[in-house]
T-cell receptor, first 113, second 115 residues
């Protein structure tokens, strides 16, 4: 299994909703990441988990709450989002060493209305 | 302050010819440089990487060159194929401290290969 699986693929939510994005990998990677990508922009790092512990938070607003229940799963809990949070949310995983960088999922296209 | 820059938003090439995508960086605290390819509605796909201690890495039709003195790297695709049409992102991986393992992406270059 060489994939990172993200669900759902598309999500529309209101500004008062609570929703969660899910990410799963079975490659034995011990680092997992959340990136946000707006149209015509590069992916921007949000969070890094290393050995299931949060190691980097790129000053992300608290309405985004990450969770890493185990080494294969990564969640992103969403609450009280704003329309400007609409974007493609990408999950990735990697070995902590090595040259291949990350393996990305296909992303969740989030629209906040 | 953007540490990884791709100054060409787009590149158009004829099928069979060479595509050259360029990337510049401003920080020396990177241990690997990587190229990713991205189709619409998909996540980026790893293409090829190069260690900061190397100057060339080749994998099939893809070759990456690193010029450390100029802080410049390039991706060569030979021969270019229509299926190569996508957005190409250059990325640099942090070598240590709080940036260890962190990928910083350039703005991307849209490559179009015409039949």
């Amino acid at each position: 299994d060489t994939e990172v699986t993200q669900t759902p693929k598309h999500l529309v939510m209101g500004m008062t909703n609570k929703k969660s994005l899910k990410c799963e990998q079975h490659m034995g990677h011990r680092a997992m990441y959340w990136y946000k990508q707006k149209a015509k922009k590069p992916p921007e790092l949000m969070f890094v988990y290393s050995y299931e512990k949060l190691s980097i938070n790129e000053s992300v607003p608290s309405r985004f709450s990450p969770e890493c229940p185990n080494s294969s799963l990564l969640n992103l809990h969403l609450h009280a989002l704003q329309p400007e949070d609409s974007a493609l949310y990408l999950c990735a995983s990697s070995h902590l060493q090595g040259a291949r960088g990350y393996t990305f999922g296909s992303g969740t296209r989030l629209t906040v209305v | 302050d953007q540490q990884v820059k791709q100054n060409s938003p787009s590149l158009s090439v004829q099928e069979g010819r060479i595509s050259i995508l360029n990337c510049d960086y401003t920080n020396s605290m990177f241990d690997y440089f990587l190229w990713y390819k991205k189709y619409p509605a998909e996540g980026p796909t790893f293409l090829i990487s190069i260690s900061s201690i190397k100057d060339k890495n080749e994998d099939g039709r893809f070759t990456v060159f690193l010029n450390k003195s100029a802080k410049h790297l390039s991706l060569h695709i030979v021969p270019s194929q229509p299926g190569d049409s996508a957005v190409y992102f250059c990325a640099a991986r942090g070598a240590g401290g709080t940036s260890y393992g962190k990928l910083t992406f350039g703005q991307g270059t849209i490559l179009t290969v015409h039949p």
